[in-house]
C-alpha cells in the first residue's frame, strides 16, 4: 500500500510526538479514515520528508509519531519565479497546479489589462488559500517537500519591480522569434504569461523596458494555463534539473 504523503505546518523533529495541524488531521482523519499504527511521510516546507506513524486519530484529532528525517532531493537548482495572469474558472487552478509539478518556486498572480477577473478584499483573499491549497496538494502528489508560496495579486508594474531580482526575466509573447535555446544559462527565472487574450503591445513593451526578453516556445498559440506548463518544462531542460534525474 503507497504510503500518503501529507503537508502539516506543524514543527517537525526527530522522536516527538505532535498533533497535525486541523487541516493535515482532518484529511489523515476524516478523509483517509488512518488508523493508529499506520505510516505516512509528512513534511513542512523545510526540505525534509519526515516518516511517521499515528499514535492517536480521531476526527478532530491526529498525533503522529515523528522518525528519522530525510533530505528530499526534488528541488531544481534553477529557481522559476511564475507571472500568471488571472483566469476564470479551473484554468488558474490548473496553471497553479501543473507549476507546482514542473518545480517552480514562487507564483504571483497578474491583474492586466485584458484580464476578465477582478479580485479584491475577501474574495482575494478566500481566492489566494484555495490556490495556496491547490499548491500544497500537488507537492504531496509529485513529492515535492517545498510549497511554493502563492503572492498577492500584483499588477504589471508591481510584477516588474518585484522579479528584478532574477538573472533571466522573459515575457512569452508567440510573435517573436527569439527561442529559449538562445538564451544564456540563468541561476534563477522570471517567466511572464499574459491573459486568454494575450498582453497588450503596450503591456509587452513595459516588460521589455524593464529588462524582459520577449520569447517564443514554438509556432502555436497556446492558451493561458497550458503556456506556463511548456515554458516551466523547456526552462528545466535547458536549465533546471529535467533530463538528468537524481
Known amino acids: 500500500m503507497r504510503i500518503p504523503r501529507i503537508y502539516t505546518d506543524s514543527p517537525l523533529g526527530e522522536g516527538v510526538t505532535t498533533d497535525l495541524d486541523d487541516n493535515a488531521a482532518q484529511h489523515v482523519g476524516r478523509v483517509l479514515r488512518m488508523q493508529p499504527g499506520q505510516e505516512l511521510l509528512l513534511f513542512n516546507g523545510d526540505g525534509k520528508d519526515y516518516p511517521a506513524t499515528?499514535?492517536?486519530s480521531g476526527k478532530k484529532r491526529v498525533a503522529v509519531s515523528v522518525g528519522t528525517p530525510v533530505d528530499n532531493p526534488t528541488e531544481s537548482s534553477l529557481s522559476i519565479v511564475l507571472g500568471q495572469s488571472l483566469s476564470k474558472g479551473d484554468r488558474m487552478d490548473y496553471a497553479v497546479q501543473k507549476a507546482v509539478e514542473m518545480g517552480?518556486?514562487?507564483?504571483?498572480?497578474?491583474?492586466?489589462?485584458?484580464c476578465d477577473v477582478k479580485l479584491k478584499?475577501?474574495?482575494?483573499?478566500?481566492?489566494?488559500?484555495?490556490?495556496?491549497?491547490?499548491?500544497?496538494?500537488?507537492?504531496?502528489?509529485?513529492?515535492?517537500?517545498?510549497v511554493p508560496d502563492i503572492l498577492p495579486v500584483m499588477t504589471i508594474d508591481q510584477w516588474l519591480e518585484h522579479s528584478r531580482e532574477c538573472n533571466l526575466r522573459l515575457v512569452l509573447h508567440h510573435r517573436t522569434e527569439q527561442s529559449l535555446s538562445s538564451m544564456t544559462p540563468p541561476a534563477s527565472v522570471a517567466l511572464m504569461v499574459g491573459p486568454e487574450g494575450g498582453l497588450t503591445a503596450d503591456e509587452i513593451a513595459m516588460a521589455e523596458q524593464s529588462g524582459f526578453h520577449p520569447v517564443a516556445l514554438g509556432p502555436r498559440v497556446l492558451r493561458t494555463e497550458t503556456a506556463p506548463v511548456a515554458a516551466i518544462a523547456l526552462c528545466q531542460w535547458l536549465w533546471g534539473d529535467y533530463g538528468n534525474p537524481t
Open 54 to 56: 499515528i499514535a492517536e
Open 104 to 114: 517552480v518556486t514562487q507564483i504571483v498572480p497578474l491583474t492586466t489589462e485584458r
Open 121 to 146: 478584499g475577501d474574495r482575494e483573499e478566500k481566492r489566494l488559500r484555495h490556490w495556496q491549497s491547490v499548491a500544497i496538494s500537488a507537492a504531496e502528489q509529485c513529492g515535492r517537500a517545498r
